[in-house]
């Protein structure tokens, strides 16, 4: 038997359901509205960051918090489809943050917070 470190980055991640303004990444409206994100760059995934898409947003972005949009912007589902050698495209953050802006401004019964860089 071998112990479970649940402090890990894979346990941390899966276990989001919703983040701090309320949006479920898995259900949310804004994944499909990425694609529409014209600007991007591209990033080559390096071996420290196989399978690790919050480290890619954290390099990227200087956040975690995008990992799922990433993810979604290039059509990946699974964390071990992040390998090294691939490369992705990083969308642009100012973009992700008008469409959070734009979701949440436009959503009933929500604070009218929005998301700042």
């Given at each position: 038997m071998y112990?479970?470190?649940y402090n890990s980055r894979f346990f941390r991640v899966m276990a989001i359901t919703t983040d701090k303004y309320g949006i479920d990444p898995l259900k949310d409206k804004i994944a499909v509205k990425l694609l529409d994100i014209r600007t991007f760059t591209y990033h080559t995934v390096r071996q420290e960051e196989r399978g690790a898409p919050d480290l890619i947003s954290f390099e990227e972005y200087g956040k975690e918090d995008y990992w799922w949009h990433i993810m979604a912007y290039n059509g990946?589902?699974?964390f071990n489809e992040f390998i090294e050698g691939r490369v992705i495209k990083i969308p642009q953050l100012a973009s992700i943050v008008q469409?959070?802006?734009?979701?949440?401004?436009?959503?009933a019964n929500r604070s009218t917070s929005t998301v700042t860089i």
């Open positions: 112990q479970v470190d990946i589902y699974r469409l959070t802006n734009d979701a949440i401004s436009g959503a």
